[in-house]
């Protein structure tokens, strides 16, 4: 995640105004991806990927539970958790292809439609019941964990933690494992 991306929320005064900040973000990104060509398409992608990958790691592990504390909750998060578990599958895919061929265009075109439609399903209904259902000073705390997680949070997508437990267990070493995994990827192409 780049600087800008940490700088730009760095002011946000709970948990849902530094999700709803980073949504707006990943739209931008998701819009450039498309637009963009070439090694910048690949860069841009690699960016939207880590960005995603830490951003949704990070929501399964602190917004999850707060919203499953919420009347009606359970049925929310579940159908956010289920969102997510096929985002990463269908993110997991996409690294694996050329950025730069009409597959992947139409494969991403797709993906980022259904990642618009789960940002606004969190705008709409998760956060909402967050608000009116979670201490403020709950919120507050909330944005700290969610900052610290995504330092944590793996690089890439893991279609294997499809869970809350899976982010808390796996999600240490596989974030290792990424970070080694992208310095050799860069040391690769330098």
Known sequence: MTENVRANNDDASDVIEFLLRQHQQVRGLLGDVLTATGDERQRL??????????????????????????????????????????????????EKMDVNTPAFTEKFTAFRASVLAHADAEETQEFPLLRQNTDPEALVKARDRVRTAEKLAPTHPHPSARTTAANYVAGPFVAMLDRARDAFSKSSSD
């Open 45 to 94: 992608f690699d960016e939207a990927r880590e960005m995603l990958a830490r951003h949704e790691t990070a929501e399964e592990m602190i917004v999850r539970p707060l919203t499953r504390k919420a009347p009606a909750g359970d049925e929310i998060a579940d159908k956010r958790m289920a969102e997510e578990n096929e985002a990463k599958e269908v993110l997991a895919d996409l």
